[in-house]
Every structure is written in structure tokens, then in C-alpha cells.
């Protein structure tokens, strides 16, 4: 008996304070550059941008040119960052939104989809 109301009352503090050990788990995760860029309320390049290359990648918009080839394309890292940082600076009438100017995306995440974009 002792044990039991124990039990429920440790339960009841935890429900009370909100926290279920899974979510607080995958919370503490981060985001990868792919998680970013596959993740429709983050990066979502994907509403725009195919990854051919990665068969996880499906029904990906064709607004914009596929990642592929990137560090051909984009041998320069910060000229890659700064299309991903604002798309605008380049082309004013861009459909793609500028993630680091109107942060949508902090600087971090944008550092960690260059990384990932660069590499496909
Ligand atoms: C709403 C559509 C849209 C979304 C979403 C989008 N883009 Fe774009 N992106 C474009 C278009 C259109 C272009 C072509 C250049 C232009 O029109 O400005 C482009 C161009 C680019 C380029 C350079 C052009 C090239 O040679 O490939 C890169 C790099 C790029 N986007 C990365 C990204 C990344 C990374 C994301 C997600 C964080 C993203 N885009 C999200 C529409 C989009």
C-alpha cells in the first residue's frame, strides 16, 4: 500500500509538471542539416528543391533546381550561406524565402543546412 501511493503520487508530480521523459528526450535531440531541410515547419527546400540523390526525399517540388553537384556549383561556402541566408540579395523576385534575414531559421541551423546542402 505504502509503495503504491507512492508510486502515484511520483506520477502525479510528473504529470503535473508537464514532463513526459520522452518528450523532454527528444527534445534535447538536434536537428541535423538534413532534419532542417527535410522539415516541413523549418527549412522545407523540399516544397521547391528535389535530392535525387536521396531516395528518403519524396515528392519534392521542381520550382527550383535540384540539389545536386553542390560543391561544384557552390565551391565557396559563404556564397552558398549567404543564397541560403537570403535568397534576395540575388534575385529580388526569388520565390525562396531568405531563412537568416526574416529567421526563419537561426544561424546555427542555417550553418548546419549549408554544411549538409554543400555536401550533396
Ligand atoms: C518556395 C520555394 C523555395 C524554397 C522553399 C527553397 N528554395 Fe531554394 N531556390 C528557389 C528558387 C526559385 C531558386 C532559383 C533562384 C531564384 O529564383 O532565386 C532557388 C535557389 C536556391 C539555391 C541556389 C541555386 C542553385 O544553383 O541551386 C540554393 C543553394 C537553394 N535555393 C537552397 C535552398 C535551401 C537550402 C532551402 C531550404 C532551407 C531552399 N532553397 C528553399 C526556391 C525555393
Not at 533546381?65 to 557552390?74: D, E, Q, S
Amino acid at each position: 500500500m505504502q509503495n503504491k501511493s507512492s508510486i502515484l503520487i511520483a506520477l502525479a508530480v510528473v504529470l503535473a509538471a508537464g514532463v513526459s521523459p520522452v518528450v523532454a528526450a527528444e527534445k534535447a535531440k538536434e536537428l541535423t542539416g538534413r532534419d532542417i531541410v527535410f522539415e516541413r515547419s523549418k527549412g522545407n527546400c523540399l516544397a521547391c528543391h528535389g535530392i535525387p540523390g536521396d531516395p528518403e526525399a519524396e515528392s519534392p517540388g521542381n520550382a527550383a533546381l535540384p540539389f545536386v553537384a553542390m560543391k561544384g556549383r557552390f565551391p565557396d561556402r559563404a556564397k552558398l550561406r549567404a543564397q541560403i541566408w537570403d535568397a534576395t540579395a540575388a534575385n529580388p523576385n526569388t520565390l525562396m524565402p531568405p531563412f537568416g534575414k526574416h529567421q526563419i531559421l537561426t544561424e546555427h541551423e542555417v550553418d548546419l543546412v549549408t554544411d549538409y546542402v554543400q555536401g550533396l
